[in-house]
């Protein structure tokens, strides 16, 4: 079965077509992140001492988490996801994302490393994040600063490698600024404005705890 | 002129052999290296606030940033470093190193990513370490705890890639060993002891600012 993908000559023996429509596949992931970030949302406004800001960026850290332990995670470790017939929903993500990059069907190594790292060792701490901002533990900001510069290292990898090797992984310029260029841009627009919150935070507590010292 | 790398298929037309010795290469760079660490270790012992462990990270972070920034920052923007016949210190390193991996002659794009990002994006804030270090900066731990991250997320990515691309680029097993395992092997180690120090400074410092605000 002729594949959708470009480069036109990648070789995908045994290629099964995406089964689900687009707006199905979209829509799934919509519906359940929305559901994700609505249950979040809802229990942490039971606590009186969480902070607005507190709670959205625990829906971030249960979206993105989920978002890396699950779709990423099924990916990382379905090196024949393509090659699925059962439609089942997981490997349709990555059939249809591989639109925008087809690195992803064609399993380019870089691609596999990075999505590997993010699953593996920023998932769950992502998790860990949503409860480390509800029971306010010192680590809280150490760990969403860890895991916001992990997701930009992993983000400017995955675009650097595509422009050093031609940036020719779309099946059309749609696919190109949905998939590849939107979608991926939350992952470094978010990360940025995290990064720089948590480094102006712990910084102040360090230097505080500087002049404490020099008080004494 | 054929090439002295694995695997030998690679293609690298107008390839011009090292000129100097194996010796004469690490020789310059250990010595150099040596340098560096001896001035900031000689220069810092005349404050008598800086602890001999801070001491001690800033010739690191000296002999780090530079590293990044003039090795790997030569290797960056050098595709044709392989082509060098005038003997170029920089391009021998290269050229002698590629004998531990390949994917250094032949511009693997993971690889030139991760340099990339290591030569301008962590160089120049290695150095930045070592003024905050010596001046007590309040950012000085979260500086080095991302910049360190930044290390082990490049080297993550350096290893995993050539796995899943087999592991077959070194000439022999002792270049393997001295030249892939060992050299980078440092940059796995001391960023992850820094890294946990700095996690360990910063999250008592932020919960000790939490108490604080609490008891007020």
Not at 3 to 10: E, F
Not at 42 to 53: E, H, P, W
Request: net charge positive; charged share 15%; hydrophobic share 45%.
């Amino acid at each position: 079965m002729d594949h959708p993908y470009v480069p036109r000559d990648l070789h995908l023996p045994g290629y099964v077509p995406v089964s689900l429509s687009q707006s199905a596949i979209v829509g799934v992931y919509a519906l359940s992140s929305l559901l994700v970030v609505s249950l979040i949302w809802f229990l942490s406004g039971r606590s009186r001492n969480i902070s607005k800001l507190d709670r959205l960026l625990m829906c971030w850290w249960a979206f993105t988490g989920l978002t890396h332990m699950i779709l990423e995670g099924y990916f990382v470790f379905s090196p024949e996801f393509f090659k699925d017939k059962t439609g089942f929903y997981l490997a349709e993500v990555w059939k249809e994302y591989s639109k925008g990059d087809s690195r992803y069907a064609g399993r380019d190594s870089a691609i596999v490393s990075v999505e590997g790292i993010t699953a593996v060792l920023e998932g769950p701490p992502c998790l860990l994040a949503v409860y480390a901002i509800a029971k306010g533990k010192g680590y809280s900001y150490t760990l969403q600063f860890a895991i916001s510069l992990g997701q930009l290292y992993g983000t400017f990898v995955y675009f650097i490698t595509a422009i050093l090797e031609g940036d020719n992984f779309s099946a059309s310029p749609f696919y190109y600024y949905a998939y590849y260029i939107l979608a991926n841009s939350f992952w470094i627009l978010i990360p940025s404005l995290i990064a720089i919150r948590c480094w102006k935070k712990i910084s102040l507590a360090v230097q505080s705890q500087n002049q404490k010292k020099k008080v004494r």
